[in-house]
């Protein structure tokens, strides 16, 4: 078991294997919930509210205990690991901003918090290299003025220190050692200075180099050698790393970086209540961009968006997902969004996953109803036909749509294989067996049913009466097992009779003309609209048919109104069938 | 004559405002007068305090004296003890209301933020403490403190001092309905935010350090406010601690009661000047903190 998880594994980068979560107060929001994440994939998790996709997303990040399964990234057990060492970046639908603290301070927590791996430096070294440098390459006027400036500026010697540092892009170490060598010089001005420029210079130089012999003889005592960066190297000639906290000036040199990409910069010194939404949720993106972390995580970061901000954002986030080349996983109830972002997509409801594939799988081959109704905008139609054996047709109001010639043996196939799959569940009714009738019932909508129940059996008055009367506990499954038993003799019955099927079709799929223009076809159906939507490009049509409201999708280049009669035409080959009793398709 | 008519909602708001200033302005005098006559008798001479009727000022302006407040510092030529009071005083309210606040801080935290087993069941009992009243623990709390200084047996001047104050300290800084304060407070911060902090790799304590509290800035404002007042006109117990021990040893509420009741020192000026003087640090924290106050009444939930 063990060493196929880790084959496996080894494939894939971010692996959830049989993940679940149940609540303490028993309630069950995810089950057996299995996927496995590509590098740089755009995965997208969708579903109605309360569906369980937070839940997932809580988990991964770790915010949340795991009630059974595991997660691994490449390769590594991360269960119990706590959150922080999870390599991952959570952006929240509320920014989740720190309030106190400026939009610089926001970004650059995460920085101030960690350690990093670094190598060791010699610092007095390295400042030595970087100060001849400086008088090397600089030239002598402006360098002394630049200097000038600052330390005759206001400020205590740090504060020089920082600003010298920030100018001439020094280490803070070496920035202290330049003003320590100004420290002479420091009440003449600039032209003085530029006049006795040799006379300087050599000084320094004589100065640097001090430093620098005293600094070689004590790490050749030490013996510690160095690099031709000033590393320090191990016995075996390798660079030395140690964990440490950045310093302030690397800290700033990556928030403005952050920022810039961000276009930020300008909002660096605001409070989070100064900004707008938008900014606001820039602001948490560059928090997590600043971590360089691997795997980005996105709990609906746009819902708090308006409408067009919305738009402008999801194309950002998309940019930015292929320009620093992370892993994305995106929780959203929107399925524009998800159609629109995703590499990949995972259909969750009530806990379950319903169908994982990219976007044009999920929306031309949907694997079951919901999928169907939850994926397109407007969603899909549909609506209940009688399948007429004998003729081999749907029938549906005084409609007649053929059906393909092998449906009928495929239905028969289909119900054979469900009746085969309920009766042996049936047989031996477990725990697997009720979560499938859940599942079932997950895409069928019956589910409230379910959930009223098990609140009922929970109540505190039901528990003491159960105690009291030292009754045994009730069948756990009583109320799946009665599900599969109906199921069942539904299918039973429908393998030897003419039965209903849904039918669905997407709005854009049907074809809509004015009534009268060429009234040849056998399969339309006149109509008038009850309302004409006019989007711009297209109307959307709302009619009903045989009491059914209906949507269609046309160009809006012919103009419809209410009272115009309309002809709809239902191309059969559009058509997805699907199977109410358990609400797959059948294809 | 054109006088602008008002309109009826104008009217009435017109109206509330009179009848609510009215109201405030009587309750306030009610208030204010004591303190009135307390700061004006402070300045009254000898001669003016044994005057019948008494009034609220001294008569003239030639009597106006501040003897009674060198009399608090100096009595018979010899530095008295009421600065030590004052001291004592100070001392011990501030070290109430620092450990409160770290206590409050760290324990609501740990309510709000940790999971720990048993959390619930230790709410539930701090709830229940909390309708306890406070009068009932005093005669356990005395035979325990009694109890432990006869088996650590402190004797020693300095030593029984500083175990006296610590006894007063330790009570003070149990309260629970601060806590609570602290706990609604901390309820109220979005949990995404912590949330955030955890997976931007911040422990327990950086968060607390770094974020909590920083957040919570005008809710201690509030338990210092809360606190400082509890702690300052603490009297029951410090008299019960204390009553025995040497007199520079008071506090000033102590020291206060001398001038009331049967033995009263008699000096009515000098026991003026100490109560306009005992009120001087209250006065000053409630200007420090009221601005943070109110928005710490404001977000906690808690009406004054």
């Known amino acids: 078991m063990n060493t196929a998880g880790e084959r496996k594994e080894n494939r894939t980068f971010l692996s959830l294997q049989n993940l679940e979560k149940i609540y303490p107060n028993g309630e069950k929001a995810v089950y057996n919930f299995n996927l496995d994440i590509d590098k740089n994939e755009f995965l997208v998790i969708v579903g109605p509210s309360g569906c369980g996709k937070t839940t997932t997303l809580r988990m991964i990040a770790g915010l949340e205990d795991i009630s059974s399964g595991d997660i691994f990234l490449e390769g590594e057990l991360l269960n119990y690991k706590p959150c922080k060492d999870r390599r991952m970046a959570i952006v929240f639908q509320s920014y989740a901003l720190y309030p106190q603290m400026k939009v610089f301070d926001n970004i650059a927590f995460p920085l101030t918090i960690n350690r990093y791996e670094a190598p060791v430096v010699n610092e007095c070294l390295q400042s030595c290299s970087l100060l001849r440098a400086l008088m090397r390459e600089n030239e002598a006027s402006k360098l002394f003025e630049a200097l000038c400036g600052i330390l005759g500026g206001k400020g205590g010697a740090k504060a020089k220190a920082e600003s010298l540092a920030e100018v001439f892009s020094l280490t803070y170490e070496c920035a202290g050692r330049l003003v320590s060598l100004c420290g002479r010089y420091a009440k003449q001005s600039a032209e003085q200075l530029f006049l006795q420029k040799e006379q300087i210079f050599a000084e320094w130089e004589e100065k640097l180099s001090a430093w620098e012999s005293a600094e070689r003889a004590a790490l050749a005592q030490k013996g510690i050698r160095l690099d031709e960066k000033f590393c320090e190297l191990d016995e075996n000639g390798a660079v030395k790393t140690q964990m440490r906290r950045l310093t302030p000036y690397e800290i700033k040199v990556k928030v403005f970086e952050t920022a810039e990409k961000l276009d930020l910069t300008p909002y660096l010194d605001k409070l989070p209540k100064e900004l707008s939404g938008g900014q606001m949720q820039r602001v948490a993106l560059g928090r997590a961009i600043v971590k360089n972390v691997p795997i980005f995580l996105m709990d609906e970061p746009l819902s708090n968006l308006d409408a067009k901000l919305r738009l402008t954002m999801r194309s950002e986030i998309v940019k930015l997902h292929n320009r620093i080349h992370a892993t994305t996983i995106y929780v959203t109830h929107d399925q524009t969004e998800a159609m629109t972002m995703a590499t990949r997509i995972v259909v969750m409801s009530k806990g379950f996953v319903q169908q994982i594939g990219t976007p044009e799988v999920i929306y031309n081959d949907p694997a079951n109803i919901f999928v169907a109704r939850f994926i397109g905008s407007p969603s899909m139609n549909v609506f209940s036909a009688t399948f007429d054996r004998a003729s081999s047709s749907f029938c549906f109001g005084g409609l007649n749509i053929p059906a393909e010639k092998d449906f009928a043996q495929r239905c028969r196939e289909f119900y054979l294989k469900k009746e085969a799959e309920l009766s042996a569940l049936l047989e031996n009714f477990d725990q697997a067996a009720n979560e499938s009738m859940l599942k079932l019932l997950s895409v069928t909508g019956e589910y409230a049913e379910t959930k009223h129940r098990t609140a009922a059996k929970n109540s505190l008055w039901a528990n003491l009466k159960r105690r009291v009367s030292k009754a045994s506990e009730p069948d756990k499954y009583e109320f799946g097992r009665s599900v599969c038993a109906r199921k069942l003799e539904q299918i039973r019955s429908r393998l030897d009779s003419d039965f209903e099927l849904t039918l669905g079709i997407r709005p854009e799929c049907l074809k809509i003309r004015m009534h009268g223009e060429d009234s040849a076809e056998k399969m339309c159906i006149t109509v008038r609209p009850t309302v004409c939507e006019l989007l711009g490009g297209e109307y959307n049509v709302h009619f009903d048919y045989n009491g059914k409201g209906m949507i269609g999708q046309v160009d809006a280049k012919n103009k419809i109104s209410p009272q115009d009669e309309i002809d709809v035409l239902i191309p059969a080959e559009d058509l997805y069938v699907f199977d109410p009793i358990t609400g797959d398709r059948i294809r | ?304």
């Not at chain 2, 000022?57 to 407040?69: A, D, G, K, N, V």
């Not at chain 2, 709410?123 to 403190?145: N, Q, R």
């Not at chain 2, 006065?283 to 928005?295: A, E, L, W």
Request: hydrophobic share 50%.
């Open chain 2, 1 to 304: 004559m054109n006088k602008k008519r008002r309109t009826k909602s104008e009217r009435t708001r017109l109206r509330e405002k009179i009848i609510s200033f009215t109201v405030l302005f009587l309750v306030s005098v009610v208030w204010v007068i004591p303190l009135l006559y307390m700061l004006g008798t402070s300045f009254k001479s000898d001669l003016e305090l044994q005057l019948h009727p008494d009034t609220l000022f001294p008569t003239s302006w030639s009597e106006w004296t501040i003897e009674h407040y060198y009399g608090f510092i100096v009595r018979d030529g010899k530095i008295d003890n009421m600065p030590l009071w004052m001291l004592n005083s100070i001392w011990s309210t501030l070290a109430t209301v620092a450990l409160t606040v770290i206590v409050d801080l760290l324990t609501a935290y740990a309510v709000v933020f940790l999971n720990f087993k048993g959390k619930n069941v230790l709410m539930k009992f701090l709830l229940l403490w909390m309708a306890v009243p406070s009068v009932i623990g005093t005669a356990p709390s005395f035979a325990l403190y009694s109890s432990i200084r006869n088996a650590l047996s402190i004797n020693g001047n300095t030593e029984t001092y500083f175990y006296i104050y610590f006894w007063i300290i330790l009570p003070g800084i149990t309260g629970i309905f601060n806590m609570l304060l602290m706990r609604n407070f901390f309820d109220s911060i979005p949990r995404d935010i912590i949330d955030s902090a955890k997976s931007d790799g911040a422990s327990n304590m950086s968060i607390f350090r770094r974020i909590v509290c920083p957040l919570a800035k005008s809710t201690i404002m509030l338990i210092i406010l809360f606190t400082f007042t509890g702690s300052w006109n603490n009297l029951l117990w410090p008299q019960l601690l204390l009553s025995g021990g040497d007199s520079y040893w008071n506090t000033i509420t102590v020291a206060l009661t001398g001038y009331t009741g049967g033995s009263a020192w008699g000096a009515n000026g000098v026991a003026m000047a100490t109560s306009v003087f005992a009120l001087i640090p209250i006065f000053v924290v409630f200007i420090i903190t009221q601005n943070k106050m109110i928005d710490g009444l404001a977000t906690t939930g808690v009406k004054g």
